[in-house]
């Protein structure tokens, strides 16, 4: 990680001051619909991409470009993408409904659109896909790379397939895979907006170990209907379709069963229903198509293979320039789950080593100091780990030619690898580090030889033909901007001193009228049923009152009020912000990580900016959907300015009624 230098003492760099920066180049937080992050990019759906201010947010030292494409607005960080994306939901509402200030807005991760710009269904159906894979994609190529290693020590006749260290090795590695289905019914429940253990129930019953067995059975009924039972261990498409499917289903018995029984009835009936159907209709139909799929890649491999390799070897780059190269994982995987291996992956090794090969040439060949910055870690990175996104937005595609010597290389050396049958026994990224998966797959000298190749030819081309470098003053004033926000660094510091002194003389000023004069406000319980002390309640950051002192309330009915009397400052579907005539700000929190459900289950009756009298209605809550959906549903009171205050002091009772004395602030 970078670091800025202050006064001699160095510095970790400030992420929220890029997160603060990259929010207002979007547009503002009220612009972006969803965010969502891979290996090293912020990727933004937007409502308006018109507000963007492209020259702002490149001019940020963190990021190496931008890119608009697959319907999403990207922002290529690097490796260090993770630090700025926590910042950014540090500072912001993005990931929630109120974030867009729309219900429909939290739809838009589903696949819905930004008004006024619509995707085409392959754009809709890649998003689809990449947000389901997303979040398991670097656990699938950890355990690919130990897969990996597992076959290097039994082709060197250090293990064999029998010993019990391999057995448990072999476990470690292909879990993942085995039990896809669990994992990808968790992410697509997520995409669906459904609950994510009833999905997960759905797909272990699928792979649980006597149905597996019936899959050999000559004939299989279920109340007397003939079924074509399918093994649905390592399988990907069957789970995605069965849980929109059940998704579709709790979403109706949801909005249908009463509040009293929905809580159980609705997990039976979802998981009662879907399994067979599944087994009737759903699976054994996308397993079909899924495996005519991979049957067709397979001959068109098997015919001409020099023109696949060519072709995927020669296009994977632009792929990722443009986003979408995730979209074509699903099918490797779903083929090495069907054959136990996939060709699909041979040209992805000449592709990544061809854009290695052509930035290395840029290290070499670039007078440019900040380039060759870029450049040498870049190469790094590439080689071992497979991520080529620092080299192509920070070194070949800004100088166009060495990006096409990649892609000749990557074309060339794919046909090659192609042609001797080459492919990957497990999932892994494709990089210096997961060589070992190609071993075992046709010819791996071939395919080593077209990695080789492509690297070389990018490399050479790179050198000979050249390319026109980029002048050393250009890199001066990036530095130059980089300088200029390490100061701001200092001024945001000294900015915060000033803004805190008003607050330290206030507190001050509060303390010394309490000597004179003491005054009790009572805060009432927003909602009937037993009290939780805040020490007990189930978040670290309110119990350890980081958020004010205060106190929690198990409710009994869905109905939250008002406190106190006061102004709402601050209204989302789950928590409200409260002002006291006396100064007393009161934050109601309906549940615990609620904003996850995006406003789902509650009706909110209370605006931004209205009067409210203590006992007014808050919301309506549905505590049956918010218990179903996983998440606590204690409401929590605190008082989050308690520190201007003598003391915060809550209730001795073991139970209350809503308005009743929850909390006493001494002022």
């Known amino acids: 990680m970078k670091h800025v230098y202050q006064g001699g003492y160095e510095m970790a760099y400030d992420w929220t001051a890029s997160a603060r920066r990259l929010l207002k180049g979007v547009g503002g937080e009220q612009n972006v619909i969803n965010m969502t992050h891979c290996a090293t990019r912020i990727r933004l759906q937007l409502k308006d991409e018109s507000k963007v201010d492209e020259a702002a947010l490149r001019a940020d030292p963190k990021v190496i470009t931008t890119v608009s494409a697959g319907g999403q607005y ?83 006749n250090v293990l064999g397939t029998t010993s019990q260290t391999y057995i448990i090795l072999h476990a470690i590695g292909d879990s993942v895979l085995y039990f896809l289905p669990v994992f990808l ?8 907006k459904s609950n994510q253990f009833v999905a997960m129930a759905i797909a272990c019953a699928l792979i649980y170990p006597s149905v597996i067995t019936l899959a050999s059975a000559k004939s299989v009924h279920f109340i007397g209907i003939p079924v074509a039972i399918v093994n649905y261990t390592y399988t990907v498409i069957p789970i995605i379709i069965t849980i929109w499917a059940a998704s579709k289903l709790e979403h109706v018995l949801n909005k249908y069963l009463p509040s009293n029984l929905r809580n159980f009835l609705s997990p039976m009936l979802v998981v009662l229903i879907t ?16 495996e005519g799929l991979a049957n067709g890649l397979e001959w068109l491999w098997g015919k001409a293979p020099i023109v696949g390799g060519l072709i995927l070897g020669a296009a994977w780059q632009p792929l990722v320039v443009f986003g979408i190269h995730w979209g074509v994982w699903p099918v490797i995987i779903n083929d090495i789950a069907l054959n136990g291996f996939s060709h699909l992956s041979a040209p992805l090794l000449p592709a990544v080593f061809g854009m290695c090969g052509a930035v290395l040439g840029v290290f070499l060949k670039t007078k440019n100091k900040h380039l060759k910055e870029l450049a040498g870690p870049a190469t790094i990175t590439g080689v071992f780990a497979g991520i080529t996104e620092p080299a192509i937005y920070g070194v070949t595609l800004p100088l166009r030619r060495p990006f096409i010597y990649a892609v000749i290389g990557g074309g060339v050396g794919g046909a090659i ?24 797959v046709g010819n791996f000298s071939l395919e080593m030889i077209g990695t080789g190749v492509a690297a070389v030819i990018a490399f050479i081309l790179t050198l000979t033909v050249g390319f026109k470098d980029i002048p050393e003053d250009s890199a001066a004033s990036v530095a130059a901007e980089a300088g200029t926000d ?114 789902e289950g509650f009706q909110s009756a209370a605006t931004q900016g209205q009067r409210v009298e203590a ?43 809503a308005g009743e004395p929850l909390l006493s602030v001494v002022a």
């Open 486 to 599: 390490a100061d701001h660094v200092g001024d945001a510091q000294a900015d915060a001193s000033l803004a805190a002194a008003p607050a330290v003389a206030s507190a001050t000023a509060t303390a010394t009228q309490t000597a004179t004069e003491t005054k009790v406000i009572a805060v009432g319980a927003p909602a009937t049923g037993t009290v939780v002390a805040l020490q007990n309640i189930a978040d670290q950051i309110f119990a350890s009152g980081a958020l004010g002192q205060g106190a929690g309330v198990n409710p009994s009915d869905g109905r939250v009020v008002a406190p106190v009397s006061g102004t709402v400052i601050t209204a989302m579907p789950h928590a409200f912000g409260i002002q006291t005539d006396d100064g007393v700000e009161v934050l109601v929190h309906i549940g615990i990580d609620t904003v996850k459900l995006n406003g």
């Open 615 to 657: 006992g007014d209605l808050l919301s309506t809550v549905d505590l049956a959907h918010i218990a179903q959906a996983g998440f606590d549903t204690t409401v929590i009171t605190v008082v989050t300015n308690s520190q201007q205050f003598v003391d915060v002091v809550p209730t001795d009772a073991t139970t209350v009624n």
């Open 417 to 440: 690898a192609a042609a001797g049958g080459g492919g990957t026994t497990a999932f892994a990224l494709p990089g210096g580090l997961t060589i070992p998966v190609y071993i075992g």
């Open 275 to 290: 399994v067979p159907l599944v087994l009737l209709t759903i699976g054994p139909l996308s397993s079909w198509c899924a």
């Open 74 to 156: 990207q922002i290529v960080v690097g490796n260090d993408v993770p630090l700025l994306y926590d910042a950014i939901i540090g500072i912001s509402n993005i990931g929630s409904a109120e974030a867009t200030g729309s219900a429909d807005s939290a739809d838009a991760s589903d696949g819905n659109e930004p008004a006024g710009k619509q995707q085409n269904l392959a754009m809709r159906f890649i998003a689809m896909i990449s947000s389901i894979f997303l979040p398991i994609i670097w656990v699938l190529s950890g355990t690919g790379l130990v897969s990996a290693l597992l076959l290097i020590l039994v082709k060197l």
């Open 185 to 192: 019914a968790a992410t697509s429940a997520k995409r669906f």
